[in-house]
């Protein structure tokens, strides 16, 4: 018995605990020998990818202990010092019955989702946490499968470790009726309630994450295009892209426009549903604000599994989905509403994934951001100088339109292509960014507008009809933003959606933000009504 009575504490290796699993939950084990006891299987045999193979220094089955067990029961010994889900989740791909009708390993054993327990090990030589792990099928999740985990460490207080021993004893004992499946299943299941714990509270924490992941996706489209033909569905999307959007766009552009894409897009979507992200449905949670990156993502998805010939593990796209989901996301959204005069957390939210993507991509395309004093006192500026240079009261909330000008400033002459009905004032940023500019102008207008119905006698009470009036005939029409990287293309979007909500205004389903996926750099926008 361990020092502290409980003889959790005490076990640190797999031996240990196929003992414990023998001699306290009865399970049928009739050596003490491990090796006996297991086969192992290689990384490369399971099919995974070299990065996700350096995590894992042993995979090992535990053979049938008798004729009748539905469970696989796997082994896994981590180099990491926490739980690499990422790594659990690859190696689930891998075994899962409906992951393997295609697979290239067709001789493996399979099970079906929630018939697979993995028993953990990571962490220092001294300190090894071990940790049961479960994925189950969740309702209203979708059919991306959710962790859960039971385990300890030794540094766990006595407290919990009796607690963690009263669930193995009474929830992972050896069953007596092993005829009885059904009930067997159900009662191992209900042993694992905890998810791994959410550990990413602020914009930096989730961007260096997303990047991570994001240049997994990045790498493994590369890789599904290098093998693909012309007809394959990823090389098909490079084209019509090519031909559409970008002409010179390359294999590996078109890799990195699908992983921010994908990231991004995911994101997008987490932030406008608080309840979390569901697999099946994940296109369809993008904001109307932005419909081309609702359909295009939806195309990339359809690509990526879910209606489409390519695995989503694969591509690593459920590992963002379970990102998403497992972060504290109320928190990452405080941080991108800080409204410190002297820091923009989104921008620094891009520079961070950037940075941790591709730094190199960051310096050729100039990524750095004008910081916020500096974009408050250009705005501000342009805005007092339609008041006073061209005498339009409302500066740039200022709906008067060209003809009206031109009545007005004897000599001014209306641009070729330009109708007396357009409005005098639009506002454009050719490099939008992650949209700071555009947002700014939007607080100067709805500040300007407030303070003139205010002058105009009506109440407070009627501000909110007014400005839901005003947005969709008076400022969406009038602002537009143009950008070449998907990350930050996707992220302007979030931030108008995120401001006008903050106004209080709320988009109709056939309105959106006018930004605007180009290169400016290029003779020839393409501005579809996707777009």
């Known amino acids: 018995m361990s020092p502290n009575g409980n003889p959790l504490h005490s076990i640190k290796t797999f031996k240990q605990l196929v003992n414990y699993l023998r001699d306290e939950l009865d399970w049928p084990i009739e050596t003490e020998n491990f090796d006996d006891l297991t086969f192992d299987y290689a990384p490369e045999e399971l099919g995974l990818d070299a990065e996700t193979a350096v995590k894992i220094k042993e995979i090992k089955q535990l053979r049938p202990l008798t004729s009748k067990q539905p469970w696989g029961i796997f082994f896994v010994n981590f180099a990491p010092k926490q739980l690499p889900v990422v790594a659990l989740r690859r190696i689930l791909s891998t075994l899962v019955i409906k992951k393997r009708q295609s697979s290239n390993q ?30 189950a099928e969740e309702h209203g999740t979708g059919d991306l499968p959710t962790l859960r985990l039971l385990g300890w460490d030794d540094e766990d207080t006595k ?26 299943r159900a009662k191992w299941s209900t042993a694992f309630r905890l998810r791994p714990r959410e550990v990413i509270k602020t914009s930096q924490q989730l961007a260096i994450q997303l990047a991570d992941l994001a240049r997994g996706i990045r790498k493994r489209a590369n890789n599904v295009l290098a093998v693909e033909s012309d007809k394959g569905p990823l090389r098909k999307m490079h ?23 994908i990231s991004y897009g995911l994101l997008t979507a ?137 009545a007005k400033h004897t000599g001014l002459t209306i641009p070729a292509g330009t109708k007396p ?43 909110q009809n007014l400005w839901n009036e005003y947005v969709p005939k008076h400022l969406l029409p009038r602002l537009y933003g143009f950008e070449l990287l998907m990350a930050p293309y996707a992220i302007a979007h979030m931030k108008i959606g995120l401001k006008l909500y903050e106004t209080g205004y709320r988009f109709s389903s056939d309105e959106r933000a006018r930004i605007y996926l180009t290169n400016m750099s290029r003779p020839c926008i393409h501005r579809s009504n996707a777009s």
């Open 106 to 135: 067709p001789h493996l054993a399979a099970w079906r989702l929630h018939d697979l327990l993995f028993i953990s090990s990571y962490g220092e030589t001294e300190h090894r946490d071990i940790t049961f792990a479960h994925f």
């Open 159 to 184: 407290l919990k470790l009796d607690f963690v021993e009263r669930e193995l004893k009474d929830k992972l004992r050896w069953p007596e009726d092993e005829g009885d499946v059904a009930a067997w």
């Open 239 to 261: 084209a019509a892209f090519k031909e559409a959007l970008i002409h010179d766009l390359s294999t590996d552009d078109f890799a990195d426009m699908y992983a921010q894409t």
């Open 270 to 406: 987490r932030f406008s549903h608080p309840a979390g992200l569901v697999a099946d449905n994940l296109a369809d949670m993008v904001p109307v604000t932005n419909p081309f990156l609702k359909d295009m993502l939806e195309t990339f998805l359809t690509i990526g599994g879910r209606k489409g010939k390519i695995d989503f593990d694969e591509l690593g796209i459920n590992d963002v989905v379970q990102l998403l989901r497992d972060a504290n996301m109320e928190a990452v959204l405080r941080d991108f509403g800080d409204r410190n005069p002297q820091e923009d957390p989104v921008i620094h939210f891009y520079q961070d994934f950037l940075q941790e993507y591709d730094a190199k991509k960051r310096m050729q395309r100039g990524v750095f951001y004008t910081p916020r004093p500096v974009v408050s006192y250009i705005v501000r500026s342009v805005h007092e100088l339609l008041q006073t240079e061209f005498g339009l009261e409302d500066g740039l909330a200022s709906t008067v339109t060209w003809g009206e000008m031109a």
């Open 421 to 463: 009905s357009d409005p005098f004032v639009c506002i454009l940023d050719p490099a939008t960014g992650t949209g700071t500019f555009l947002v700014e102008a939007i607080d100067i207008i709805h500040k300007m507008m407030e303070a003139r119905w205010k002058k105009q006698g009506h109440m407070a009470l009627e501000f």
